[in-house]
């Protein structure tokens, strides 16, 4: 029964951590982005977020984006530097062409660093994107 199910790739579809400033804080923050850089929508996109090591673990984060036209982007959260450290889980499932599509991604502890920055899809600004 298990060979008769179709898991579809993820394909163009992307996690993102981009180093912004807050006006309202001044200061420098890391924020994490879902881009879609497919030519299809995406709906219902359901993103589960966690920081994990093997001693310490963050609350679970949950969110909801309706739609994600193609070629979009939304930013998912902040990341706060404590959590940083760890590694920091986004497992995204989302509807498109009437399938499920599933992924996670995954930032390794202490990737997401300012010297890791570099070109990423769609997003005008240095980013990091998740393995």
Known sequence: MKKDIEIPQVKEVYVAAVKEFNEEFQSDEWN???INNSEIELEMVLIVSRGYDK??????MRHKIEKLPSKNFAKVEFIQDEVLALNNEFRISYFSDSKMFDKKF???KDSIKERALGEIP????????AG
Not at 55 to 60: D, I, L
Not at 124 to 129: A, E, H, K, N
């Open 32 to 34: 994490v982005y879902l």
């Open 122 to 129: 769609l997003i005008p600004r240095p980013g990091i994107l």
């Open 55 to 60: 001693k310490r673990e963050t609350s679970v």
């Open 106 to 108: 995954t930032f390794k």
